[in-house]
C-alpha cells in the first residue's frame, strides 16, 4: 500500500469562524507517535501550529492556544484541527506533518519526516 499523508478541509471562511481539518497518514503497519499541524502563510517561514503524541502531550503554538484544538481519531493515524474564533493572520497552507519515536518536542519541524501536500485556508475579514 502507498504511504501517503493527505490533509482536506481547508476553505474560506470569515474571521470568527470556524474550520476543522482533517489527516490520514496511510500505508504504515504501526501507529505514528507524533502527529502535528504546520501552517505557512504567503511570503512566510512555515511555522508549527500543534502537535499531538501518543504519550499524552499535547502542545499548541502561543498564536493558536485557546483557539485551536488538536486531537487524535479512532482511527490509526488520523488526526483533527478544530479551529475556532478564526483571524486573518490564521491564513495560510496547513500541512500534518508524521513521525515516529523519540522524545521531542513535538513542534519541532526537523522531526518530522513524513508531510502532506496541504490544505488552504483563507480567513477574510
Known amino acids: 500500500q502507498a504511504q501517503v499523508v493527505e490533509e482536506s478541509g481547508g476553505g474560506s471562511v470569515q474571521a470568527g469562524g470556524s474550520l476543522n481539518l482533517s489527516c490520514i497518514v496511510s500505508g504504515y503497519l504501526w501507529t505514528m507517535d507524533y502527529l502535528a499541524w504546520f501552517r505557512q502563510a504567503p511570503g512566510k517561514e512555515r511555522e508549527a501550529v500543534a502537535g499531538?503524541?501518543?504519550?499524552?502531550?499535547?502542545v499548541y503554538a502561543y498564536s493558536v492556544k485557546g483557539r485551536f484544538t488538536i486531537s487524535r481519531g479512532s482511527a490509526k493515524n488520523t488526526v483533527y484541527l478544530q479551529m475556532n474564533s478564526l483571524k486573518t493572520d490564521d491564513t495560510g497552507m496547513y500541512y500534518c506533518?508524521?513521525?515516529?519515536?523519540?522524545?521531542?518536542?513535538?513542534?519541532?519541524?526537523?522531526?518530522?519526516?513524513?508531510w502532506g501536500q496541504g490544505t488552504n485556508v483563507t480567513v477574510t475579514s
Open positions: 499531538i503524541t501518543t504519550d499524552g502531550r499535547i
Open positions: 506533518a508524521a513521525a515516529f519515536g523519540g522524545n521531542w518536542d513535538p513542534l519541532q519541524e526537523s522531526l518530522y519526516n513524513y
